[in-house]
C-alpha cells in the first residue's frame, strides 16, 4: 500500500509534480471577489488550497500558495446584510476598491472584507501571499496581456462561443476588455476603437466622457473576467487551482479558460479539482435571516475549535457536499474528532492499517501547527457542556476539577472549553441547557417527591464519594424509588425539577457525581 498517496491532498500533490514535473517552485492558487462577507463555502477553496500546500511541502518542495483580491471587479449589488444600503447603492458599477466602507474602519468596502478574511485565517494556520487585483490593474502591470487579448480578440471570441448555443453567442463588435470612467468611475463605457498598439479609445454612456488612454499608463482599463483568469495563471505561473462545481461545468469557465491560456497565453492551465457545496444545518447564534445574514469562518470559530474546524473539510474529498452543524450535531462532530485524535496517538486502536494511516493524515492536517508535543486532554463534549454549565461558565473552575490535566494541555483545551460555553448560550436547544438552582429555591413537588428528594440528599448526596463509578451511584438512587414505591422516573423528574427546574437532564448519576457534594446539599436543603 503506498502510504503517502492516502489522502485526497497527498493524490493531488502527486498528479501536480507528476503534471507539471519537478519544479523549483510550485504555485497554488486561490482566490475571491470581495463584493461581501466571505462566507464559510468560499473558505472552502482556501483550506483545500492549503492542505494541497501542505501535502506538496511534507514532499520536501518549494511552494508559493497565493491568494487573489479580485477588488477591481464591479460593484454590482448591494448585499441584503451590508448596512448604509442607500449610501452603497450610489457606488453601483464603480469598482469595488472604489467603494467606501460603510462601516469606517478601512479604507474600502474591499478592503474591509479582506481585513476579516486577512485576520482570522492565521487562527487556522493558513498564511497565503495575498495579491491585489485592483492595484496590480491601476499599476498597468497586466498591459501585455491586455494587448495579447485585444491581439487574438478573434481567437478569444470563437473560443468563448465555443460552448454556447447559438442562442447566446456573442452579437455584433466585440472587445475582451472593459473601461472604468476616468471621470465618473463606472465601467458604464463602449470600446470605440484600438490603434493597433497601446491606444484604446472609448466613451461613457453615463457622463459622456470619451478619451484614448494608453495601456502602459491607463488606470481604468480590465479584462472580462474569462480571460482575466486565465491570462494571471500565465503571469504567475499557476500550477493547481481548484474551483467550485459551477466552474467546472461541462463548458463552463474552466473549459474556456483552459483553451484561453494554452492558444493565447502560451501557458498549460493548472491541475484543478472540483469542489462542492456546504450546507448549514441550525443557527450559528442568535442572527436575522431576513437580514441576509452568511455563516462565515468568525461563526464557525466560535463553535468549532480551529483543529476541528480543519477536520471537516480535511476529513471530506473536496467534491462531496457536506453540512457544518451548530444543532445537537456538533456533539457529533466533536466526538468524530476525538476518536481521529486517538487512533492518531494510538491510543484506540484502528480496525486496520490502511484506516490507522488515512485517520492519522486528516489528523496531521487538522492541526493548525504540526502535530503537537503530547496529545491533547480529552472530554467528551456533551459531558464538557455538563461540567462547564454546572460551573456556571467558569472555565478555570472546570480546569482545576480536572487534576491529571497537564499545564501543556489547557491552553488548547481552554479553547474548546469557549467554544462548548459559546454553543451551549448561542446555538444549542433549549431543552439541551440548564443552570443549577440557587440556594433556598424551592421546587412545586408533591409530598411523595419531597420526600424521596430529601432521602436522595441523605442517602445519595451525603455519601457521593463513596460511590466508585455511576453505576453504583445509579443503583442507590434506584434504592431510593424503591424505598418510596416510586417508578424510577417519577423521582428523576423531580430530581431535576429541584436542581435545575426542569423535567430532564444529564444522566442523574453522573449529574450528581460532577457537581461540588456542599453546593448539592445546600440547594437540596429546602427539601
Not at 16 to 43: M, Q
Not at 68 to 93: E, H, I, T
Not at 230 to 243: G, I, S, T
Not at 404 to 423: H, L, V
Amino acid at each position: 500500500m503506498d502510504t503517502k498517496n492516502i489522502h485526497w491532498a497527498d493524490q493531488t500533490a502527486e498528479k501536480i509534480i507528476r503534471e507539471k514535473g519537478d519544479k523549483d517552485l510550485y504555485t497554488c492558487a486561490s482566490g475571491i471577489t470581495p463584493s461581501g462577507t466571505v462566507h464559510i463555502g468560499n473558505f472552502r477553496e482556501i483550506i483545500s488550497v492549503d492542505l494541497v500546500v501542505r501535502a506538496l511541502r511534507d514532499r520536501g518542495k518549494k511552494v508559493r500558495f497565493i491568494y487573489s483580491w479580485d477588488d477591481y471587479d464591479v460593484f454590482r449589488k448591494v448585499p441584503l446584510n451590508m448596512p448604509k444600503q442607500d449610501m452603497l447603492a450610489q457606488y453601483l458599477r464603480f469598482p469595488i476598491t472604489m467603494v467606501p466602507d460603510p462601516w469606517e474602519r478601512d479604507e474600502s468596502y474591499a478592503r474591509h472584507h479582506e481585513v476579516d478574511v486577512e485576520s482570522i485565517l492565521p487562527e487556522v494556520g493558513i498564511f497565503p501571499e495575498f495579491l491585489y487585483q485592483a492595484k496590480r490593474y491601476r499599476s498597468s502591470m497586466y498591459a501585455e496581456g491586455i494587448r495579447k487579448a485585444l491581439e487574438h480578440r478573434d481567437l478569444l471570441k470563437n473560443i468563448l462561443d465555443k460552448y454556447r448555443d447559438e442562442e447566446h453567442k456573442i452579437q455584433g463588435e466585440w472587445w475582451p476588455i472593459s473601461v472604468f470612467c476616468d471621470s465618473c468611475n463606472r465601467d458604464t463605457t463602449e470600446i470605440d476603437g484600438w490603434d493597433g498598439q497601446w491606444g484604446v479609445t472609448y466613451h461613457c454612456t453615463t457622463c459622456n466622457h470619451k478619451e484614448t488612454v494608453d495601456l502602459r499608463t491607463a488606470k481604468g482599463v480590465k479584462l472580462g473576467w474569462r480571460v482575466d483568469w486565465p491570462m494571471r495563471w500565465e503571469f504567475e505561473k499557476v500550477d493547481f487551482e481548484p474551483a467550485g462545481k459551477d466552474h467546472h461545468s461541462q463548458g463552463g469557465s474552466f473549459d474556456t479558460a483552459k483553451h484561453v491560456c494554452k492558444d493565447v497565453y502560451g501557458w498549460e492551465a493548472p491541475i484543478t479539482f472540483r469542489y462542492d457545496f456546504i450546507g448549514i444545518k441550525g443557527t450559528p447564534g442568535k442572527m436575522s435571516s431576513s437580514k441576509g445574514k452568511v455563516v462565515d469562518l468568525y461563526d464557525i470559530l466560535r463553535v468549532y475549535t480551529p483543529e476541528v474546524t480543519r477536520y471537516l473539510f480535511a476529513g471530506t474529498r473536496p467534491n462531496t457536499e457536506f453540512v457544518i452543524s451548530f444543532d445537537l450535531d456538533v456533539i457529533k462532530i466533536y466526538e468524530d474528532y476525538d476518536k481521529t485524535e486517538r487512533i492518531a496517538w494510538g491510543v484506540e486502536k484502528a480496525k486496520d492499517e490502511e484506516t490507522y494511516l488515512k485517520e492519522r493524515r486528516i489528523y496531521e492536517l487538522s492541526q493548525v501547527n504540526g502535530m503537537p508535543n503530547m496529545m491533547p486532554y480529552q472530554v467528551p463534549f456533551r459531558h464538557l457542556c455538563n461540567l462547564i454549565q454546572i460551573a456556571d461558565g467558569n472555565i478555570d473552575k472546570v480546569i482545576a476539577g480536572l487534576p491529571d490535566i497537564k499545564e501543556e494541555q489547557i491552553p488548547a483545551f481552554r479553547k474548546r472549553c469557549e467554544c462548548a460555553w459559546y454553543w451551549i448560550r448561542e446555538c444549542a436547544p433549549e431543552d439541551f441547557r440548564f443552570h443549577l438552582r440557587p440556594a433556598g429555591e424551592r421546587a412545586e413537588l408533591t409530598d411523595a417527591e419531597t420526600a424521596a428528594v430529601r432521602d436522595l440528599r441523605d442517602q445519595v448526596v451525603a455519601r457521593i464519594e463513596t460511590f466508585a463509578d455511576d453505576k453504583t451511584c445509579g443503583e442507590a438512587i434506584y434504592a431510593v424509588a424503591n424505598e418510596h414505591q416510586m417508578d424510577g422516573k417519577v423521582l428523576f423528574r423531580a430530581a431535576y425539577q429541584a436542581l435545575i427546574g426542569k423535567d430532564q437532564g444529564p444522566r442523574l448519576a453522573n449529574f450528581l457525581r460532577n457537581i461540588d457534594k456542599n453546593r448539592l446539599l445546600e440547594i437540596l436543603k429546602a427539601y
